[in-house]
């Protein structure tokens, strides 16, 4: 068993600067024993002028000088101090400036955290709130959403697993920039009807919001109404019955800034955005069939805590990868892939993949992400047939699935634009642009998934089983009780060519 060990983390938010240290146990336990905060206006910064001021700069540089100091009694090594920033530096446009400051004048090295890496991270905080303790959850249909200053994070699950994951463009400092020089209450609710009825339609096109059941809202403004109108579910997670939230949001809708301060006896920074948070809140309930309203006392740094404890525990990996996997299902009904093809040629890729272990050197991870690309690769058909892996190239790399960062999407995007027609070359742009190391995963992924849907070539999955031998040079593929294999010997002489190039195996089927 590891040895327990100190860590820190420090999130740069839109509204302020908050420290969490722990002491972890991996695998999977964790105790607080820390917490501070400071606020800051950053957000409101980048939400009016697009980037951070000096003024910001300077205010979070001083905070971060402090923590540090605070941090020398905790005596935690470096490794175990992790520094993240959300939605206000993700849009501000010297973010890099701001992210070089910040190491030249207290050492943290900073790192920006992507919204749908924001959505795992909550996720993961989420599950641990809710625990066990509220079956409906882990039974029917949910949403779990967190509204920030910058942006709200929402996911969609069906019986505890990922459908979909979005970060949407609608914060409580930008409501306010959007809606100041308007009527009031009055333009606020407008604004904000417009939009949430906008992003319903894009909800509803995954799942009918109508059927979610349990809806889960981290905020810190949620976190003051559940005080109001909630009750404790268990140390890390109160309820709030739709009926007394929208009563108590009902009550507050025309309320001042100066008024939820003297009302709730919230700080101002908090207060500001209150209303704001409530009415988003309010709308969404609205939408959904949901009775109560679950709301964490725990954000994204618990869940990086999380994620640190539990190391690369195999059970729980396979858990988060098949989470990966329905949210890629998800984005290929949206746009109305051949679903019993693409898992087909999945599961193709994967003997595939298995066999050749020595030969590629690929991982755990890598192999979820040729599993992605697989169930993925046809995706560009909705738009067109002729040059589809063109248009899957760019439905992927401008989409979001839960779980994956950019550069594994931009990887995974290579892959399908690659999975049939001409290997790459030095006039292609997006394959250029990636690490070297990226590049050959692309050609590795892309070889073995064109020998996949060969096999398939017919979308009739006439191949059901396959075994895979290696003869010198030559992989040889077994199939069962297949006797007319023309149309896939056709597809291989078409797209077998970069396999043997990139591992020096000619492809032959029998």
């Known amino acids: 068993m590891e040895t327990p060990r100190l860590v820190a983390v420090l999130e740069i938010g839109s509204t302020g600067i908050r420290l969490l240290v722990a002491e972890i146990s991996p695998p999977g336990g964790w105790k607080a024993l820390d917490r501070a905060g400071k606020p800051v206006a950053l957000g409101r910064d980048v939400f009016t002028s697009g980037e951070v001021s000096r003024e910001s700069l300077l205010e979070c540089t001083a905070v971060l000088r402090n923590f540090r100091e605070l941090l020398k009694g905790w005596d935690i090594d470096e490794s175990g101090i992790h520094v993240i920033a959300t939605s206000a530096l993700r849009a501000a446009r010297n973010r890099d400036i701001f992210v070089d400051r910040v190491k030249q004048e207290t050492g943290f090295s900073l790192s920006i955290v992507e919204g749908i890496e924001e959505n795992r991270l909550m996720y993961l905080a989420v599950r641990f709130a809710i625990k066990q303790d509220l079956p409906l959850f882990w039974r029917a249909n949910s949403m779990i959403m967190e509204i920030g200053g910058g942006s709200t994070e929402i996911m969609l699950l069906r019986r505890g697993r990922m459908v979909a994951a979005h970060s949407l463009k609608l914060g409580t400092i930008l409501i306010d920039q959007q809606t100041r020089s308007g009527m009031g209450s009055l333009a606020r609710e407008r604004y904000l009807n417009d939009n949430i009825r906008n992003a319903s339609g894009l909800l509803s096109s995954e799942m009918d919001l109508v059927h979610v059941r349990t809806f889960v809202v981290s905020s810190s403004d949620a976190r003051i109404a559940s005080l109001f109108a909630g009750r404790e579910l268990n140390e890390h997670c109160r309820i709030i019955e739709r009926s007394a939230f929208l009563e108590f949001a009902e009550g507050m809708r025309g309320c001042s800034i100066e008024d939820c301060v003297q009302k709730l006896q919230i700080p101002y920074v908090e207060a500001e955005g209150f209303v704001h948070g409530l009415m988003v809140c309010r709308l969404f309930l609205e939408e959904t069939g949901a009775r109560q309203l679950a709301v964490p006392l725990v954000s994204i740094r618990e869940g990086l805590l999380i ?44 003997v595939l993949f298995d066999a050749l272990v020595r030969e590629h050197g690929m991982n755990r991870r890598e192999r979820m992400m040729l599993e992605t690309a697989a169930m993925l690769h046809d995706i560009g058909m909705y738009i067109k047939g002729s040059g589809h892996q063109k248009h899957g190239q760019y439905i992927v790399s401008n989409s979001e699935i839960f779980g994956l960062h950019r550069d594994e999407l931009d990887i995974i995007a290579n892959v399908i634009r690659y999975h049939r027609g001409d290997p790459p070359s030095q006039a292609d742009i997006e394959y250029i642009a990636l690490q070297r190391e990226e590049r050959i995963l692309v050609l590795k992924m892309a070889s073995i998934l064109r020998v996949a849907d060969a096999l398939d070539r017919g979308h009739s999955q006439r191949i059901q089983n396959i075994t895979v031998e290696k003869k010198s040079e030559v992989l040889a593929v077994h199939t069962e009780g297949v006797h007319d294999l023309s149309l896939e010997l056709m597809g291989l002489e078409e797209k077998a060519d970069m396999f043997q190039d990139v591992f020096g195996y000619r492809v032959v089927l029998g």
């Open 307 to 350: 994620d640190l404890a539990r190391g690369v525990d195999p059970l729980l990996q396979d858990e988060f990868f098949s989470q990966i996997t329905a949210s890629a299902v998800s984005l290929g009904r949206k746009y109305h892939f051949d679903e019993t093809h693409s898992r087909h040629v999945a599961r193709m890729c994967m």
